[in-house]
């Protein structure tokens, strides 16, 4: 594990992106412009360490702003790991394999997120409409004409027993 | 010896009281119990809850449900009551004219002016006109970057950006030079090119400052006076955030439009007045003081207001087997609000405050078909049932076993869909009076102000205080007290608001910081309990005068709130009245008056003989 980097941390506000074996630069990238987005500067370094969620966990608890994102070739695993939480269950996790970039910035915003006490951000929940609801105005709805008939008829008998 | 016992059905709940009274009439309580009412009340579906309740009740005396010498149901007060709302204005932008929101991150900082370009026409734009440049979502950020860079070289004059995703700061830290960018605006392909347009993002913590004041942009675009009335829904639309957007174009406006709601006919016993709801909150509460004594409120069709009305008397109607025709609105409370609502023709989901005005509505028939109930529930359980007293009555009896209290003495019985108050002089005598509005109309304006669109969510945020969640393992409280967990909370929670319910945090899914819920929370409360209480108790007390009630004890659902008695307390305190929730039987809380007064009225009971 670099030097240079526990060096870093320890002395300013980064967070600290651990990369285990050859990661994809576009995975690294994006982590890196989720973190920028944010506001919150980030430093890369290297780890020989087999278990991403140990080393990320341990680099977590060396940064300043208790937070580490690790990435691993080896277990082709993407994690933001906490200070305060246990070895094996960081607080995100993102195979490789199988998740897109939005999925990685939207890991390394969340870091950032952490670090600023912000809420974070979801894949299910559209962030991106952070406004109330719109006010709900009637729309005419697709109704079957069967529908229709059957309360017309419904009504009509409900008028004809009134009487 | 006999055992009796006294069974209040409310709308929302139904208590026991248990008690032996002895052959000199003397009453011993010695048990209660509390469960959901099963149905609405008066209704036959009532029996399971009550068989339920007397279950409760008895089962720690051991003692078996035949051994009951009678049970005495209340003569329950049918008021049903409800909430509506009527928005009557509305923002409304043609050509879009102005962006305004509040990105957690746009780019830069700062003013900037220019002319409206897309990204691509960049390369041929001549270098003698200032540039405000749009970025759509097919766009990657470095290639915006290096293309807005590339223009800059050429000496063409970008000022600033408006983009499509979260791309501000990256585009931004990517820049020759910085310019002021406005990101996350969703609807881009509606801004018009080619127009004149200001851009401003405010420094971190801060809101715009030029954007939102008319005479700045009548100074960036040269406007006429004409022009610059025209503009000032514009700027106060803008007031308040963090990075906006203004664009004058040929036909661009801003309005606000009154929503037209109707009018509201008050029927009294001597005049009728109509008045229309727009008018607001204040002028109809000043119309009916005008008319009251009130006879029926009609509202109009195919406005909300009437929706509900037609509703409120409908159930009623099905309830008590009478024509519509017969129940009539007796009471209505309108309150003035503010509820956010998307601006029409928005670019950015931008939203403004629209007014409004909330309305709760209350019918009120002679009778409840108590008897069916009471013949049915003595079917049920071999047990005679008898029905005797008025609930005003029987809960001001109920009342009066509250330690330090002495007639005259009024309670207010703050409910879910009305507010009641009685009140019994020296005499003996009682007067009682059933108003429109109270709990779930504060829910209904939670609700509509917070813009939740979830009534569970807004019974909760009435309910209980609130907390923010500030790391994964701590959290602080509405009042400044921190909370630690073992374990790490779910991380949908942090940095929320959460709700801190029975079961546990529960996250409030809005921008807005905990002290503006709160303060929601508790100008609903007064709103409502406040205006209500005054009212009421202002009706019943003698030469309605509240100055001489000198004792007002809070009873119903609403009194167990965790600061509405206090609300009430403050306020009544200028009128020399104590004020505070009841201690029925000096154990109960504000619980069971109701149901103790049945018994202490029984005919069984010796009066006055509970002994205090």
Excluded: W
Excluded at chain 2, 149 to 166: F, M, P, S
Excluded at chain 2, 191 to 196: E, G, N
Excluded at chain 2, 271 to 280: I, L, N, S
Excluded at chain 2, 355 to 370: D, F, I, R, S, W
């Amino acid at each position: 594990m670099a030097v240079e980097l526990h060096e870093q941390i320890a002395l300013k506000p980064m967070v600290p992106i651990l990369l285990q074996g050859t990661v994809a630069p576009s995975v690294v990238n994006a982590l890196l412009f989720g973190l920028e987005e944010e506001g919150i500067p980030s430093i890369t370094g290297t780890t020989t360490e087999r278990s991403i969620c140990r080393a990320t966990k341990e680099i977590a608890q060396l940064s300043r702003l208790n937070i580490g994102i690790g990435a691993s070739a080896q277990e082709q695993l993407v994690v933001l790991h906490h200070r305060d939480l246990p070895t094996e269950e960081p607080l995100f996790s993102e195979s490789i394999e199988t998740a897109n970039l939005a999925d990685f910035r939207r890991l390394g915003a969340n870091g950032a997120r952490l670090v600023k006490g912000n809420p974070l951000l979801f894949k299910d929940t559209t962030e991106d409409d952070p406004s109330p609801k719109p006010r709900q105005r009637i729309q005419p709805l697709a109704v079957d004409a069967r529908l229709v008939e059957r309360i017309v008829q419904e009504i009509l008998k409900q008028l004809a027993t009134r009487r | 010896m006999a055992l009796i016992a006294g069974v209040d059905i409310g709308n929302n709940t139904t208590e026991v009281a248990l008690a032996e009274i002895d052959g000199q009439g003397a009453v011993r309580f010695c048990g209660q119990s509390l469960v959901r009412t099963i149905g609405i009340k008066g209704t036959m579906r009532n029996v399971s809850g009550i068989i339920d309740a007397l279950n409760q009740a008895l089962a720690p005396l051991k003692i078996p449900r035949r051994d009951l010498a009678m049970v005495l149901l209340n003569e329950a007060t049918p008021v049903i009551g409800d909430v509506a709302m009527e928005t009557i204005t509305e923002t409304v932008i043609t050509e879009s004219a102005m962006i305004g929101h509040n990105p957690t991150t746009p780019g830069g900082m700062g003013l900037a002016t220019g002319t409206t370009i897309n990204l691509d026409a960049l390369s041929e734009a001549d270098s003698a006109q200032d540039f405000i440049v749009l970025v759509d979502a097919a766009t990657d950020f470095q290639v915006a970057a290096e293309m807005i860079n590339a223009a800059t070289a050429r000496g063409v004059r970008v000022r600033g950006a408006i983009v499509q995703l979260d791309d501000g700061v990256l585009i931004h830290n990517r820049l020759s030079q910085p310019i002021p960018i406005v990101d996350e605006v969703r609807h881009i392909e509606r801004v018009p090119m080619r127009m004149p347009a200001a851009i401003e993002v405010a420094p971190v913590g801060k809101t715009i400052e030029k954007l939102s004041n008319p005479y700045d942009i009548a100074t960036l675009f040269g406007l006429s006076p004409e022009e610059t009335r025209n503009i000032v829904p514009i700027a106060r639309a803008l007031t308040g955030v963090r990075s906006a957007v203004v664009i004058k174009t040929p036909q661009g406006d801003i309005q606000e439009r009154r929503i037209p709601a109707g009018h509201l006919t008050l029927i009294g016993a001597e005049a009728t007045v109509e008045v229309p709801v727009d008018q607001g909150a204040a002028a109809i509460m000043d119309k009916v003081d005008q008319v009251a004594p009130l006879r029926e409120i009609k509202a109009e069709a195919g406005t909300n207001v009437g929706g509900m009305f037609e509703t409120v008397r409908q159930v009623m109607a099905d309830l008590t087997n009478q024509p519509v025709s017969d129940i009539l609105v007796q009471d209505i409370i309108a309150v003035d609000t503010l509820v956010p609502q998307q601006v029409l023709g928005n670019l950015a989901g931008e939203f403004a405050l629209g007014n409004a005005v909330g309305l709760a509505a209350m019918v009120q028939t002679q009778k409840l078909p108590m008897q069916m109930l009471a013949r049915k529930l003595e079917e049920e359980i071999q047990v005679k049932v008898a029905v005797s007293g008025v609930e005003a009555e029987m809960a001001i009896n109920g009342a009066l076993t509250t330690p330090g209290t002495k007639a005259p003495l009024a309670i207010l019985d703050l409910g879910g869909g009305s507010t009641d108050a009685s009140l019994i002089n020296e005499a003996g005598q009682i007067r009682s009076i059933h108003l429109a509005g109270a709990g779930d109309m504060v829910t209904m304006l939670i609700d509509k102000e917070l813009g939740l669109d979830d009534l569970d969510l807004a019974e909760r945020i009435k309910f209980y205080p609130l907390a923010k969640v500030e790391t994964l393992f701590h959290l602080r409280h509405e009042d400044g007290s921190v909370q630690f967990f073992d374990a790490p909370m779910d991380p949908r929670l942090f940095g929320r608001v959460v709700v801190m319910g029975e079961g546990g945090p529960q996250p409030i899914p809005l921008e807005d910081t905990l002290g503006r819920i709160a303060e929601v929370r508790r100008k609903a409360k007064e709103k409502v309990f406040v205006q209500n209480g005054l009212r009421a108790l202002s009706r019943v007390a003698p030469a309605g005068n509240i100055r001489l009630i000198e004792f007002v004890a809070l009873v119903g659902g609403s009194s167990l709130d965790f600061e509405i008695p206090t609300m009430l307390a403050d306020e009544l305190m200028e009128y020399g009245v104590v004020t505070g929730r009841a201690n029925i039987r000096g154990s109960q809380g504000p619980r069971n008056a109701v149901a103790t007064g049945l018994v202490l009225t029984s005919p069984l009971a010796r009066e006055q003989s509970y002994g205090r």
